[in-house]
T-cell receptor, first 114, second 117 residues
Framework: AQSVTQLGSHVSVSEGALVLLRCNYSSSVPPYLFWYVQYPNQGLQLLLKYTSAATLVKGINGFEAEFKKSETSFHLTKPSAHMRDAAEYFCAVSDTGTASKLTFGTGTRLQVTL | EAGVAQSPRYKIIEKRQSVAFWCNPISGHATLYWYQQILGQGPKLLIQFQNNGVVDDSQLPKDRFSAERLKGVDSTLKIQPAKLEDSAVYLC???????????????FGAGSRLTVL
């Protein structure tokens, strides 16, 4: 069975500061990994995905994530936070056999302060 | 392109009542999912359809939840009778058929928020 663990249910950063949201995965097969963002009262929107190509993945809105097999991690980063980045972020995993069946983490709420 | 449509957006019912949620996926997306998102938790898959057939309903509480996708397009999720712990956002998502390029990208609707009193 696959799972992801998101460390920190709440993260607060100042505008312009580095954003780092942590995700560790557990999978018995090479995983596909995803980050989704959820703005208030909206559905989830895909930020980026890793599907066994390049280990550094660039997504929308300036976010990127690096797949590190040795650390079983897929942390999400952004060099400079904007107020509009305030949202809930979910890491998710699927196996390569049923790539569309996602298992989500519990989410990290990002707060951006002035 | 139009997104995944869901209705109603909000529903408040009393326990033991019934409720139904509707979803219209993106045109051409053969795979449809219903997820349950309880406050403070990540979405949990309830049921997955491919066209009008069920692929996975292992986490669907079948004593009270049912779902159908009769013509392989729209889908309805029903809860009867509702319990307090069913209070959640019910998210519908769709994707291309597995094995198709881009099939691992799910597009989500805005969700239907259920409050059971």
């Amino acid at each position: 069975a696959q799972s992801v663990t998101q460390l920190g249910s709440h993260v607060s950063v100042s505008e312009g500061a580095l954003v780092l949201l942590r995700c560790n995965y557990s999978s018995s097969v090479p995983p596909y990994l995803f980050w989704y963002v959820q703005y208030p009262n909206q559905g989830l929107q895909l930020l980026l995905k890793y599907t066994s190509a390049a280990t550094l993945v660039k997504g929308i809105n300036g976010f990127e994530a690096e797949f590190k097999k040795s650390e079983t991690s897929f942390h999400l980063t952004k060099p400079s936070a904007h107020m509009r980045d305030a949202a809930e972020y979910f890491c998710a995993v699927s196996d390569t056999g049923t790539a569309s069946k996602l298992t989500f983490g519990t989410g990290t709420r990002l707060q951006v302060t002035l | 392109e139009a997104g995944v449509a869901q209705s109603p957006r909000y529903k408040i019912i009393e326990k033991r009542q019934s409720v139904a949620f509707w979803c219209n996926p993106i045109s051409g997306h053969a795979t449809l999912y219903w997820y349950q998102q309880i406050l403070g938790q990540g979405p949990k898959l309830l049921i997955q359809f491919q066209n009008n057939g069920v692929v996975d309903d292992s986490q669907l509480p079948k004593d009270r939840f049912s779902a159908e996708r009769l013509k392989g397009v729209d889908s309805t999720l029903k809860i009867q009778p509702a319990k307090l712990e069913d209070s959640a956002v019910y998210l519908c998502a769709s994707s291309l058929v597995p094995g198709t390029s881009g099939a691992n990208v799910l597009t989500f609707g805005a969700g239907s928020r259920l409050t059971v009193l």
